[in-house]
């Protein structure tokens, strides 16, 4: 397969749908100009117009086998014969949930021995805050860093310092912020010793690869400065892996590139179920303390995160990551070189992104590379993110960066502008994100 573009984007059809949802749909819209069908293969998919879209955006990093794989679809296949397939499997239990209870903890520190599944990210780190706070009987409040992003329930919303229309009006519980970088272990140590006292903290949360925030990789020592002083004080340490965990950074999580252990971790996205694992230990014992209707029971959603582990295990999907992450970022180096508009090249294994020299720039590409069939994610101010599927090839880079070099030298043109309908999507509308 090849990105091929043979409609105006929005196709006629994908329009229709765009149209139905922007009229009724409660949330902010529509961001993407195509309606997926169900065609596709690896890293490609078509939407129901027949274009060929080659995916770096991997829905937002929550599809790390692509598109029909043979193994997630026979997985899914075995359910086609039965419903409902979702149940309240906290309490009515399936077997499903013990197969990814199993398999989930064979890839975790041997410490993290428990996992308890919700619906989605934002729960998953609301999980992690809940049980942190459980025994932190003096805690008042939690502390979170700048620019990152945990989720929109009000509890993640509270950690997340990424954009104000996410968090406007909206109540917050009460949190502290730290720089994102070398100065975070002294600037907290000042904190607890003029501002909070250590044990009136609940916990600190950090992701190991900041995602939306824009793709940033902390430094060693701000990561390992900041486990030592929460290990000193006993202040729960949570780590985010909704969006770098899961073998996207290279390693299953991505604290492992930093050699430490959080307390609880959350997972999501290419899981696809939400899920916070801690020791045994440190889970509420109380019944009823934590729960979820849905947890533990959408039967589907678990066999296919059983599968998608499996097939990553045998297929050595880490190894594939690390080798194409590698090649990726050489790729992007020797763009940078044609394109000087391309700088700040950053991230580790299918987690990368570079930036442009505006906020306009960035968006300009993102949509220019969808009318040339590559399919991209912005993050941060003027970063451009590139997150394939963990399948991805050679070959699918070399295409996918041929693609970027065209619509950079298109749309970094002085006084270049986008017409069209292609307009009303991602930033040509932009004041929504
Ligand atoms: C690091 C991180 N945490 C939490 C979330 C929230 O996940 P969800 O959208 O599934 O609630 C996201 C989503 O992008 C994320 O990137």
Not at 129 to 135: A, E, F, T, V
Not at 165 to 174: A, L, R
Request: hydrophobic share 40%; with cysteine.
């Amino acid at each position: 397969m090849k990105a091929k573009i043979i409609t105006k984007i929005p196709g006629t059809k994908s329009e229709k749908v765009i149209h139905t949802v922007r009229k009724l749909n409660g949330g902010w819209g529509v961001s993407y100009p195509f309606v997926h069908s169900k065609d596709g293969k690896g890293c490609y998919f078509k939407d129901i117009d027949e274009n060929t879209f080659l995916d770096f955006a991997s829905q937002i990093a929550s599809n790390p086998l692509g598109y029909n794989h043979p193994d997630i679809k026979s997985t899914i296949k075995q359910y086609s014969s039965r419903a409902p397939v979702k149940f309240a499997g906290q309490d009515f239990l399936v077997k499903e949930h013990a197969l990814l209870l199993e398999e989930l903890l064979s890839i975790t520190p041997h410490h993290l021995n428990a996992a308890f599944f919700v619906n989605s990210g934002a729960e998953a780190v609301e999980n992690c805050l809940k049980i942190s706070m459980r025994n932190r009987k003096k805690a008042k409040v939690g502390i979170s860093f700048e620019s990152a992003f945990h989720g929109r329930t009000l509890g993640a919303l509270s950690c997340t310092n990424s954009k104000t229309i996410q968090k406007k009006n909206f109540f917050s519980i009460p949190m502290k912020r730290l720089p994102f970088d070398e100065s975070a272990g002294d600037v907290l140590q000042q904190m607890l010793k003029h501002d909070v006292a250590p044990e009136g903290v609940a916990f600190i949360i950090l992701e190991h690869l900041q995602g939306e925030g824009g793709y940033r990789v902390p430094s060693k020592k701000m990561v390992k400065d900041i486990r030592v002083i929460a290990k000193q004080h006993n202040i729960p340490y949570i780590a985010d892996e909704v969006q770098a965990g899961m073998g996207r950074t290279g390693e299953w999580w991505a604290f492992q590139h930093f050699k430490i252990q959080p307390d609880t971790f959350s997972s999501a996205k290419a899981l696809g179920i939400g899920a916070t694992i801690a020791n045994k230990k440190f889970f509420p014992k109380e019944p009823g303390s934590i729960c979820s209707t849905w947890g533990g029971g959408q039967i589907i959603d678990l066999a296919v995160g059983v599968q998608t582990i499996k097939t990553m295990k045998r297929k050595r999907i880490l190894s594939n990551v690390q080798r194409m992450g590698v090649f990726l970022e050489k790729e992007l180096q020797a763009l940078s070189a044609i394109c000087p508009q391309v700088s700040n090249i950053r991230g580790l294994g299918l987690m990368r992104a570079f930036d442009l020299p505006s906020k306009k720039a960035r968006e300009d590409v993102i949509i220019g590379a969808l009318k040339n069939g590559l399919v991209l994610l912005g993050c941060g101010d003027k970063g451009v993110r590139l997150v394939p599927p963990l399948i991805i090839k050679r070959e699918e880079i070399i295409e996918a960066i041929d693609i970027l070099e065209k619509t950079i030298k298109e749309c970094c043109k002085p006084k270049f502008k986008h017409t069209g309908k292609i307009c009303q999507y991602t930033a040509c509308s932009e004041d929504g994100t």
